[in-house]
């Protein structure tokens, strides 16, 4: 896919209990597996090596799984950690966990859940995972607004800010959540 000129060179798409690489289905379970089965059920099919998954809240592990499941398929070779960075997006910034985070204070505050009442702490889990470095960036908009990060993505690799990016969109509220990444290169 070449996307305002950029070099896409992977992407991936986790929406209705399924996950397609490049556009091809790779795995999928019963459309009625709860998202928390469905998140366990793919992270012990693609990894199953990073205990951390498992303190993770939802928009972490949906983050976590997607860059997985791309970078694993085609790693970011050949660059230092400093040049490669992410940018995400979505609508409900970390509204998923507050709102568990909140029903948790009424009898006692639950810190596993607090850790992750800011939405940019998914990009910190990626980042970690996979030792990014470079420029990084959060943003909230109503809708998946796929110009809107190819146009800050290219930017920066115009700018020489950074030599490769993963970008995209991870979303969760409740049962309903959407993943899109994109590989983007020089």
Same mark, same amino acid.
Request: charged share 20%.
């Given at each position: ?84 960075? @992410?940018?995400?997006?979505?609508? #409900? !910034?970390? *509204? ?7 029903? /948790?204070?009424? &009898? ?48 920066? @690799?115009?700018?020489?800010?950074? #030599? !490769?990016? *993963? ?7 409740? /049962?309903?959540? &959407? ?8």
């Amino acid at each position: 896919m070449d996307s305002s000129g950029l070099n896409i060179t992977g992407s991936v798409v986790i929406r209705n209990n399924r996950i397609c690489r490049n556009d091809v289905v790779i795995w999928k379970t019963t459309e009625d597996q709860p998202l928390p089965d469905f998140l366990r059920a793919a992270y012990d099919h693609f990894s199953g090596q990073y205990p951390k998954f498992h303190k993770m809240d939802h928009l972490s592990k949906l983050g976590w799984l997607g860059a997985e499941v791309l970078l694993q398929h085609r790693p970011f070779t050949g660059y230092a950690p400093e040049q490669v960075g @992410l940018i995400l997006a979505n609508r #409900s !910034a970390s *509204l998923d966990t507050d709102l568990r985070y909140f029903d /948790s204070i009424k &009898e006692f505050p639950s810190p596993a859940l607090f850790v992750y009442t800011l939405a940019n702490i998914v990009m910190g889990e990626i980042s970690i995972r996979h030792g990014f470095k470079g420029e990084n960036a959060f943003f909230t908009s109503d809708t998946y607004d796929e110009q809107f990060l190819m146009n800050y993505t290219k930017q920066l @690799l115009e700018e020489g800010a950074v #030599s !490769a990016v *993963l970008c995209g969109w991870v979303e969760v509220m409740g /049962s309903e959540y &959407e993943v899109i990444l994109h590989q983007v290169e020089k």
